[in-house]
């Protein structure tokens, strides 16, 4: 019978100090190779920034939405009344009606006092008119500037601290866009109403006739958000509470075409008043029409860009220069025009006996005159 040959403990135990030393080697290395290693988290960065965007506009879209209504309030409080004539009353906004009272609406642009509105509703310039506060306090205003042409005025009434609004940038509005007509139509039950609409077209023309004269206001912002006798001189704003124009008029025979001047063209006129309580107005001394309003007078005048020059004022800062009736003003001082309002716009941040330089065409010569403004009337 063979004998079992009896395993060597030494050699035993040798084997097993030899696989424990290995194992924990390759614990060793695995765990300082991988503690090494740089986690990339790119990937649920972006994702976390994402999702953080996503709840920022949700957000946005909400709080926006939440808060027109107080706009529309903060708003209304730099809406005033405006009458031609004094009301008996302790306020204009009395039960006396806008035939009555010539009642019309006003904008409170600076704090200490100047009201923009239309001239149809203050009267020219140093005319007299009445005004009330949202808060019900009546003050006499004074017309300080006025241009027929444009239908808008400035009146001055003594006070201070009072709350106006922000001014717009017109110039960058588009169709489609959303916005609020505040006025004062038929007399006090509706006093600040408000109406909202889209701007439905840019750069409108529209003929104003009279049983004597006819004209045309022209690069007026079209809305259908309602304006009815009552809103003329009223802000037509924007959902952010910013005047983008002023309102103007409406077409009787249609429902929801109103018309509001666009409020870029008289904002450095505002700044003067603001500043130094004073404007002096410069002039080029000519009256110019856009494409929009040449087909009302001559269907045989074509132009792509630029305004015609239709009058130069006689004895005026353009009569004896090489400027003509017939040519096509394309610039000025290298500022591309295609309204009058763009010229109006430029012209009025100048003071008179500043030169100008405009490029024309003539046919099919184009040429640089230069001019001198002189100081409107």
């Known amino acids: 019978m063979k004998r079992r040959k009896r395993k060597n403990p030494r050699k035993k135990a040798l084997i097993i100090s030899i696989t424990a030393i290995l194992i924990w080697i390759l614990g060793f290395y695995i765990y300082t190779t991988y503690n090494k290693i740089e986690i990339n988290n ?28 107080d706009v529309i309030e903060e708003t209304t409080k730099s809406v005033v009344g405006i009458s031609k004539l ?12 806008e035939s009555q009272l010539g009642l019309g609406t ?12 239309n001239e149809h509703v203050t009267g020219s310039k140093y005319s007299k008119c009445y005004i009330t506060l949202e808060n019900g306090k009546n003050y006499d205003g004074k017309v300080v ?23 717009g940038d017109s110039s960058t509005i588009r169709v489609g866009e959303t916005v609020y007509a505040i006025g004062n139509p038929i007399g006090y039950e509706f006093r600040r ?54 309102n ?21 006129i505002i700044k003067s008043y603001k500043e130094t309580g004073d404007y002096i107005q410069p002039t080029i001394g000519i009256y110019a029409y856009d494409k929009e309003v040449i087909p009302y ?3 045989n005048i074509n132009f792509e860009k630029g305004i015609y ?33 763009d010229l109006r716009e430029y012209i009025y941040t100048k003071k008179p006996n500043d030169e100008v330089t405009l490029n024309i065409t003539r046919k099919k010569i184009n040429k640089e005159i230069k001019i001198i403004l002189g100081k409107a009337n």
């Open 248 to 268: 103007t008029v409406k077409i009787s025979s249609a429902e929801g075409i109103g018309f509001a001047i666009p409020i870029n063209v008289i904002k450095s």
């Open 86 to 97: 004094k009301s008996a009353g302790e306020s204009i906004l009395s039960t006396s009606d």
């Open 42 to 69: 790119q990937n649920y960065e972006t994702q976390k920034i994402k999702s953080t965007q996503s709840e920022q506009t949700v957000e946005k879209v909400q709080e926006e939405s939440k808060t027109i209504a």
């Open 309 to 341: 020059v239709a009058q130069i004022t006689p004895n005026g800062p353009s009569y004896n220069t090489e400027l003509k009736i017939g040519d096509i003003i394309t610039s000025i001082d290298g500022k591309i025009l295609n309204t009058m309002n």
């Open 106 to 117: 006003g904008i409170i642009v600076t704090e200490n006092g100047y009201i923009l509105s």
């Open 145 to 167: 500037w006025s241009d027929e042409s444009l239908d808008l005025s400035l009146t001055k009434i003594d006070a201070k601290g009072l709350s106006y609004l922000t001014l």
């Open 193 to 246: 109403t408000v109406t909202s609409g889209i701007i439905s077209a840019k750069n409108r023309t529209i003929k104003i006739s009279d049983t004597e004269n006819k004209s045309y206001m022209s690069d007026l912002i079209q809305t259908d958000a309602t304006i009815n006798p009552g809103n003329s001189g009223g802000p037509l704003i924007n959902p952010a509470g910013e005047v983008i124009g002023v």
């Open 297 to 299: 007078l001559d269907s």
